[in-house]
């Protein structure tokens, strides 16, 4: 999947879509999403609509084909992601496609500050995105966790148990996120992490994990690890976690990740992902 920008949501599902620029003071609320390289010409759609947004207001909604942004058509993902926000606050005009139909919006552009905090986000150093209740010693981990793992993936001391957020078998059960191991096995963090159980019960991303089930994980084999944090049954979970120097432990019931790949809008298509939403004759552009 390589349509997504290098922005990171902490709060929620792991990276965003190729987004509006956050130094671009003036956004309508929206994630675009594009084609892979192999389809340069393929089309540009919504992939997410903030619920508090002028997008929203406007009735954009997730899986628009957008056509043309004030009267000119886009020539890619990144042409219509330079034009779909401005540091002017002036409203911008959208041509997009929705079930065969061509609509023309007008769109309110707003403060991108004011529409990550009406949507319970907000933007921090190096492009992190996080919950806007997070609190200060909590951002100050966060901020230094990102750094911390850039090191070891350059370093080659990294390991991610089910990258791409999901296990491979998609018939397994599992809590819904990416395991971050480094440190020679000695750091075990949730990475990635999905619209799914341990969200859903206040799992964050960066939340270093102490134990599963009364497991330790760190020094384990990767096949260990996937068998630690998944299984062939819906059982119950019980994960212990540090966050900010303080311990929490969360208990909920993993979930089937053909299910968690399904309430995230996404779908498996010759063994890629790709959004639930696209229509079939431009599925090909997205595997």
Not at 164 to 188: A, C, I, M, T
Not at 251 to 260: D, G, P, Q, R, S
Request: hydrophobic content about 35%; glycine content about 10%.
């Amino acid at each position: 999947m390589n349509r997504y920008h290098p922005i990171a949501i902490l709060f929620g599902a792991s990276l965003i879509c190729f987004s509006q620029k956050e130094h671009q003071k003036y956004v309508i609320g929206v994630n675009i999403i594009g084609p892979n390289p192999n389809c340069p010409n393929g089309p540009v759609f919504v992939g997410s609509v903030q619920k508090i947004s002028p997008a929203a207001t406007a009735g954009i909604q997730l899986g628009d084909r957008l056509l043309a942004i004030d009267g000119t058509p886009i020539k890619d993902l990144a042409d219509a992601s330079h034009r779909i926000s401005s540091e002017s606050s002036q409203p911008v005009f959208l041509e997009v496609e929705r079930a065969g139909s061509t609509r023309r919006l007008t769109v309110q552009r707003e403060r991108s500050d004011i529409v990550w905090s009406q949507n319970g986000l907000r933007v921090i150093d190096d492009g992190l995105m996080v919950g806007s209740d997070f609190s200060d010693s909590e951002i100050q981990e966060i901020q230094k966790l990102n750094r911390e793992l850039q090191v070891a993936i350059q370093s080659g001391d990294f390991l991610n148990v089910f990258p791409g957020h999901y296990p491979k078998n998609k018939s397994l059960y599992y809590p819904g996120f990416e395991v971050f191991v480094w440190d020679k096995g000695q750091r075990v963090h949730v990475g990635g992490i999905e619209d799914g159980p341990a969200r859903r019960n206040g799992v964050r991303w960066g939340d270093r994990i102490l134990s599963i089930n009364g497991i330790d994980p760190r020094g384990k084999s990767l096949s260990e690890l996937e068998a630690l944090f998944s299984g062939q049954t819906p059982t119950r979970m019980s994960m212990t976690i540090e966050r900010a120097g303080r311990q929490k432990t969360f208990t909920f019931t993993i979930a089937l990740a053909a299910n968690v790949l399904r309430d995230n809008n996404w779908q498996m298509v010759n063994g890629a992902m790709v959004p639930l939403w696209v229509p079939k004759p431009y599925t090909s552009c997205f595997e």
